[in-house]
């Protein structure tokens, strides 16, 4: 095969066989693909897509790209969860020790940041010692001891997505369907579930920025699970705005932990709490919601979700202490405080805006050999619909870098729009799907 001719294909809105996607996926696995050579055909496939079985065919090899691992053994039902990507998205890393503390088994695989998006394993590696790669043996090992593991893909588990997920980051080609959907769901089909829980963001600072388009996606993905045999449910959620208040890496470990000791901001307490809800009703835990979330609400008030949190940090080798003190986790050393310039209502609070100016600060990869400062970040205490005073603080950011600081800054400045008239905050939840 040759896959300048494939290139070529795609270019022209051809179509693959399952046997040509098979060799794509395996050669740039094995390194026979050089990266320029793939960034064309992701282009490619961003522009023209990929049909059902094109796309049914991209999941299964990446899919068997590495081990698929298998828990028939393990008695717990195994649930997870995943984000198609959003802003101050940490909730992967309460949510699962609070399942985790109810009897849900849950084999998390999570990513790296993508585009503007944060990534569970950047945050989880600002815990000094933390690891993420794990081999499969060990992956079992830690599920089967603390009932929770929270790992990446590796050179063993999905390495295709591993690589091309990098690839992605650093040519625009993430906001696509086929290939997000495959992404996600080879990840997830990979760690031998009963159940999955999509979280599907929706508006500015997400990949979808219709409900049309995140529709689609949510439908893509329940499709892909149903065709093999993994039942899902799609809760299409809100991304105007960040969720909770902060964006960065280490800030948001502090903010998850602070959600574990019942203290976090509203939206993100209710998202965490509605997903959660999904994984007990879907790992039959329980068949009534509302059990379920008292269920959850008692895992955190018992401070049984923070000792599995402990657990499983632990486990991978991660220092607890910066979990018992969450000031010790990683702070950049300065501060900027951006102030409301007038009293007014507040009517946009960007999601993209103010990712991307974490990103300048740091807290993002621009290239893929990029490294994360995991120090640095925003603090936004403020959400669409609040009433403001003038000179009350917008947005908080913690640098390193002045010249990143720059850079970050004008984009800070515009993420805010301050009305006279009152806004009604957007839904937390547009709708659900199975
Ligand atoms: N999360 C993933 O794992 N992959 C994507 O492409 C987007 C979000």
Redesign the pocket.
Known sequence: MSIVELIERKRDGGVFTADEIDWIIDRYSADAIPDYQMSSLLMAVFKEGLDYEELSAWTDAMLHSGDVLDFSHVAAPKVDK????GVGDKVSIPLAPMVAACGVAVPMM??RG?GH?GGTLDKLESIPGFRTALDPPEFRAILERTGLVLAGQSETLVPA?RRI?AL?DATGT?PSIP??SS??MS?KLAEGLDALVLDVKVGRGA?MKSLEDATRLAETMVGIGAARGTPVTALLTDMNQPLGHEIGNASEIAESVAMLHGEAPADLTEITLRLGVEMLLMGGITTDPADARARLEKSVSTGAAFDKLVEVVVAQDGDPSVLEDTTRLPRAPHQTVVTAPRRGVLARCDALDLAMAALRLGAGREKKEDSIDPGVGITVPVGIGDTVETGQPLAVLVWSDEARLGDAMPLVERAFEIGDQPVEAPPLVYGELR
Request: glycine share 12%; charged share 15%.
């Open positions: 995943h984000s198609t990507g999570s990513g993508l998006t997505d997920y992605r993430v290939l997000i992404s996600i990840k990949f």
